[in-house]
């Protein structure tokens, strides 16, 4: 049997050290426990690496303290925006979903998109239209009300500034949720969700629906789930960036992301990190900015829970 292993991530724009309080970090930290535990026992169960980041992503949506489902940070609109993806790596197949509104779960709607739908990527009216169309339950807005999310969005309306988790006010904003994970079968995916950047408008997408981008698996190179300035990510092609360094230059899966988040995307001026898994269940964590709330459970009795360096 395959070495089965996850990792998990809510964001790479964690509070700055000096805000994060003894009781907010074990907040936090249980979150991430929940999360990983969740996904750990779909892989423990024999379930497939597609089953368990979508399960732990569920739990980091269901939490407010991340942006991504219920925490998800407030447009120019004040309105909720959110972009998921998920990508299987033993198939490459992949579903994606962009600007939807009201869905608790958007990763279980991209998971739709996957299985069900002809398509990759759905966005808007459309998206939503599918998602009816699958029963997808729409809640309302105070579900996705958070106080101290209201108040970062109140700080910088009516500006033209959007408030980036990795921006350098960094106790404004966390950031996007992300699972990769390798079942027992040596089969590997990836999924990633993101309220996006508060105050964002014009139909802002930034890389975590992006397949390639903020999201990629194959079971031939690796599962990546991204966080970061999505501008950079995009153009910096991240996710697949790494999947090419283990593919044509035949880096392992921790020198091939330490090159892309270290150098090749601080070359262009991006920050951020991402979580990284390969077929033999090997993970990779690596981060530019102050912190990246991220953890790991392996079955070979490795464990971790971190927010800072
Ligand atoms: N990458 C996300 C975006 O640009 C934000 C983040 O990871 O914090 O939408």
């Known amino acids: 049997m395959n070495t089965f292993s996850i990792a998990i991530h809510g964001g790479a724009g964690t509070l700055v050290k000096g805000m994060m309080t003894t009781e907010l970090e074990k907040q936090y930290k249980a979150a991430l426990k929940e999360a990983l535990d969740k996904g750990y026992s779909v892989l423990e169960s024999g379930g497939t690496s597609v089953d368990a980041v979508e399960k732990a992503v569920v739990v980091l949506e269901d939490s407010h303290l991340f942006n991504a ?27 994606a979903v962009s600007l939807i509104s009201g869905i608790k779960n958007p990763i279980s709607l991209a998971y739709q998109v996957m299985e069900k739908s002809e398509h990759v990527f759905l966005a808007g009216k459309g998206a939503m239209q599918f998602a009816k169309m ?95 300035s999505g501008e950079f990510f995009i153009r910096g092609v991240v996710a697949y960036d790494v999947a090419c360094l283990i593919e044509h230059k035949e880096m392992s899966l921790l020198e091939a992301a330490n090159e892309v988040i270290h150098k ?36 070979n009795g ?4 971190s927010i800072y360096k």
């Open 302 to 305: 490795k464990e971790e829970i």
């Open 134 to 228: 699958n029963n997808f339950a729409i809640e309302p807005a105070s579900y996705f009300y958070d106080d101290f999310r209201h108040k970062q969005w109140l700080e910088i309306k009516d500006t033209d500034s959007f408030q980036l988790d990795h921006t350098k006010k960094k106790d404004s904003k966390f950031g996007t949720v992300g699972a990769v994970a390798c079942d027992a079968d040596g089969n590997i995916a990836a999924a990633t969700s993101t309220g996006g950047m508060t105050n964002k408008r014009f139909g802002r997408i930034g890389d975590s629906p992006v397949i390639g981008a903020g999201n990629y698996a194959d079971n031939k190179t690796c599962a990546i789930s991204c966080t970061g």
């Open 264 to 299: 090749r995307i601080l070359e262009i001026g991006g920050d951020g990190g991402l979580i990284a898994v390969d077929a033999k269940g090997n993970i990779a964590m690596p981060f530019n900015t102050e912190g990246m709330y991220r953890a790991t459970k392996s079955s």
């Open 69 to 95: 489902g219920k925490g998800a940070v407030f447009t120019a609109d004040e309105t909720h925006e959110m972009d998921a993806s998920i990508m299987n790596g033993k198939n490459l197949n992949a579903g």
